[in-house]
């Protein structure tokens, strides 16, 4: 069974961190790239950033440019996102999502976390 948890989500305040984790399961994870996606009330899902499991390739929204940082822990078949600096308008739940290429349709998808950034 395929399989992505997320973790790490809560209440921060704004200008702090927060550590999101995926774990992922049920499926090779170095043939995925990982995705992290994002929703707010109201607002259309956003990606936020992606990583390639097979070669460690990055990718991340503008809006979260220098702020945010996506790593792979490929033996615990983990992917993580490091937010710095985060702002009332970063609050939304954060979904992770597996894809053969980070620009492709994502096959799977966790159930979300998440993060409030108060002001």
């Known amino acids: 069974e395929v399989q992505l948890v997320e973790s790490g989500g809560g209440l921060v305040q704004a200008g702090g961190s927060q550590r999101l984790s995926c774990a992922a399961s049920?499926?090779?994870?170095?043939?995925?790239?990982i995705g992290w996606f994002r929703q707010a009330p109201g607002k259309e899902r956003e990606g936020v950033s992606c990583?390639?499991?097979?070669?460690?390739?990055?990718y991340y929204a503008d809006s979260v440019k220098g702020r945010f940082t996506i790593s792979s822990d490929n033996a615990k078949n983990t992917v993580y996102l490091q937010m710095n600096s985060l702002k009332p308008e970063d609050t939304a739940v954060y979904y992770c999502?597996?894809?053969?290429?980070?620009?492709?349709?994502?096959?799977?998808w966790g159930q979300g976390t998440q993060v409030t950034v108060s002001s």
């Open positions: 990583i390639s499991s097979s070669d460690g390739s990055t």
């Open positions: 999502a597996a894809a053969s290429l980070c620009l492709y349709e994502y096959d799977y």
């Open positions: 049920g499926f090779t994870f170095d043939d995925y790239a």
